[in-house]
């Protein structure tokens, strides 16, 4: 399928099987007198059921696209739809509620809340997505091994097992969408391997998983390949 399939020139969804999707994104950045276009024109849409990479160079604005996608930043230019809703262009409540309901983040910098356990943060995930039973958690942390480390505080886990955590979170509101920005940047390529074999599966349930990245394994791993340079798919 090619990047931009399932969009509309209006951008409504035409594919029920179109998780999320992106049309002309545009988005600068200005510095006094110097302005940088972090995005130009990005068009893409993802898949329930699919995992899709998206790799390129540090710079290339893949982390400028994840936050957009996700309604973390807004776009300059351009559209983003998440389970045939707007989300981008639209007051920080209605992105932040759509957010919590429809994606899953996971950062490579986590997204642990540092004052919480690991079961204290899926179940606060749970509570903001209004989803889950509290014997999730149990299975979430089974799901990602860690199952002895659920009274853990984020302090005291490796880097492996913070983005085990980072991901058990991201699915606790049971998304539809999950968007994966450098998860495996820091990590040693068995661990890097076991999380994208747990992107993989969740893919397999029928969650659309994007995974942003620049390691070979992160392109191998997807069902296609999105690659961006200088903010522009080529």
């Known amino acids: 399928m090619s990047p931009g399939a399932g969009v509309s020139t209006t951008g409504e969804d ?3 099987d179109v998780a999320l999707s992106a049309r002309t994104l545009y988005r600068f950045f200005r510095a006094g007198e110097e302005e940088t276009l972090a995005l130009r024109g990005v068009s893409l849409s993802l898949r329930a059921g699919e995992l899709v990479a998206v790799v390129g160079p540090s710079g290339s604005g893949k982390s400028t696209l994840l936050a957009c996608l996700a309604g973390l930043d807004e776009p300059d230019g351009g559209t983003v739809m998440v389970g045939g809703r707007r989300i981008s262009h639209q007051p920080e409540t209605v992105r932040t509620r759509l957010r919590a309901r429809m994606i899953g983040l996971v950062f490579q910098s986590g997204n642990l809340l540092e004052h919480l356990t690991v079961r204290q943060n899926i179940r606060l995930a749970q509570r903001l ?5 509290r014997d999730d958690a149990d299975v979430l942390l089974e799901l990602v091994g860690l199952s002895a480390r659920g009274e853990a505080y984020p302090s005291r886990l490796s880097g492996g097992e913070a983005t085990r955590a980072g991901l058990a979170v991201a699915l606790a509101g049971d998304p539809a969408v999950v968007l994966a920005d450098e998860p495996t940047g820091e990590l040693d390529s068995a661990t890097e391997r076991q999380i994208l074999d747990l992107l993989a599966e969740r893919a397999r349930s029928g969650v659309a998983v994007l995974v ?3 390691s070979p394994a992160v392109a191998a ?12 798919m080529v």
Do not use: N
């Open 14 to 16: 035409l594919d029920e």
């Open 129 to 133: 997505a209004a989803r889950g039973r």
């Open 212 to 214: 942003a990245g620049h």
């Open 221 to 232: 791993a997807a069902d296609r390949v999105i690659r961006l340079r200088d903010g522009q």
